[in-house]
């Protein structure tokens, strides 16, 4: 397991005695000292976890996915894998959705979307839950009807809109088909439509996410290019002028690493250049990434996350054959560190609560090997911790992948970007 450490101050200097007559008194001051410290931090501890319990109490319980065993073993005995509800602890954790394989599962204020891959095909089913219906679980699931056979590789949730990137099963069908569902209105099973441009071309890409109304598609297609598309086709209880149906090309970029408001999406590319993306206008404001005074010189900016206060940053740092992630919090005062783990690309994920006042750190052990799922592979003994985003203490962990804080947008302060 990687081990994650908080940045405490170094332990007092011991002062120096002379040897003939002060060893009694330095083993007495030593005494002293460590049992002080170690009263003094428990102290810390305790007092600022009894001071954001309200706070947790309040953003949880959180939805995280809890994956049962390996994918590829059909003939093992293993768990269903479960979306389930917790909070910073096992105790009083229930399960909303179980299935033998679940890929991943996307969640807003109202639904939960579940991609679950077939026992004996490559096939994806996609099953949807109303968040809203009391104890909802896998029994009252709808399915969202895919227009052919295939493998889900991308999938977002926003506005009463999902879309999903797919790869079909028939080899002779376009890979990459971006297909969108209107969950307005009705009820069972609902179909899902393959997405077009104006003038009839069929839409691809390999990763998709939505505007926060759900009005808009952002697709990144097959060479790493940005396209956002109206998807008036599916959600016709919208208007759109002339300018919101055309595609609007949004600039090359290899990931989407997350959602801001006012519908801006940040966004990076090979270079290691971040950059803020507005798909309503095309607006694209480049970040200015140059290290905060506060962290270490010869630092890199690996990755980013936008949060209420600003961002949530890690930067590696190398010193011989030693690789340390380090999170920060970055805000318009500064950057403060909040933890560190040892080994490149050991933390494997950050976001912010949708307070901004915890910060969610996942990391994986070195040379971990993951479970072989299509989407999301899960890094066996990955683990999320979650830190005060202000000072650098932990407040407990949260159970299983893809925490639900680390999707859906965050109201970013204005004037912080």
């Known amino acids: 397991m990687t081990r994650i450490s908080t940045d405490r101050s170094a332990e007092p200097r011991r002062a120096r005695w002379p040897w003939r007559a002060g060893v009694i008194a330095t083993i007495v001051l030593l005494v002293v000292v460590f049992v002080g410290a170690q009263w003094y931090g428990q102290r810390e501890t305790t007092v600022l976890t009894d001071a954001n319990a309200a706070a947790v109490a309040d953003e949880t319980p959180v939805l995280s996915l809890r994956r049962g065993g390996g994918y590829q073993d059909d003939g093992a005995l293993r768990g269903d894998d479960r979306i389930v509800r917790s909070d910073m602890a096992d105790a009083g954790m229930q399960t909303v959705f179980t299935a033998p394989r679940i890929q991943t599962f996307v969640v807003d ?73 209107s969950l307005v209105g009705g009820e069972g099973s609902v179909s899902g439509a393959p997405v077009h441009t104006p003038d009839g071309e069929l839409v691809q890409g390999n990763q998709v996410v939505l505007t926060e109304d759900g009005r808009f598609a952002v697709v990144r297609q097959w060479d790493n ?26 600039g090359s970029y290899t990931e989407v690493l997350g959602s801001a408001a006012q519908q801006r999406l940040l966004v990076s590319d090979q270079n290691g250049t971040f950059a803020l993306v507005d798909p309503v206008n095309g607006g694209r404001q480049r970040l200015d990434t140059s290290l905060p005074k506060d962290v270490d010189g010869g630092s890199r900016l690996v990755q980013l996350a936008p949060a209420p206060f600003g961002a ?12 340390i992630d380090t999170v920060y919090s970055l805000t318009r005062d500064g950057a403060r560190r909040i933890a560190t783990s040892e080994g490149r690309g050991s933390v494997s994920g ?20 993951d479970d072989g799922y299509v989407m999301m592979p899960n890094v066996t003994g990955a683990q999320t911790e979650v830190f005060a985003a202000d000072q650098p203490v932990s407040i407990g962990t949260l159970p299983g992948l893809r925490p639900s804080w680390c999707q859906g947008y965050q109201r970013v302060l204005a004037g912080l970007y």
Do not use: H
Request: net charge negative; proline share 5%.
């Open 350 to 369: 950050v976001c912010a609560s949708p307070s901004g006042r915890f910060i969610a750190v996942t990391t994986a052990p070195a040379d971990a090997s």
């Open 225 to 250: 290019t940005m396209l956002r598309v109206a998807l008036s086709a599916v959600r016709t209880d919208q208007q759109y002028d002339d300018a919101e149906r055309a595609p609007l090309p949004l």
């Open 312 to 323: 949530v940053a890690v930067y590696e740092k190398s010193a011989g054959d030693q690789t």
């Open 109 to 181: 204020d109202r639904w939960i979307v579940v991609a679950v891959a077939d026992r004996r095909t490559a096939a994806t089913k996609l099953e949807l839950l109303d968040r809203q219906a009391a104890d909802a679980t896998s029994k009252d699931a709808r399915e969202l009807v895919l227009p052919i056979e295939a493998t889900v590789i991308g999938l977002a949730l926003a506005g009463d809109t999902v879309s999903a990137t797919i790869n079909p099963l028939d080899y002779s069908q376009p890979g990459g088909q971006v297909i969108a569902w």
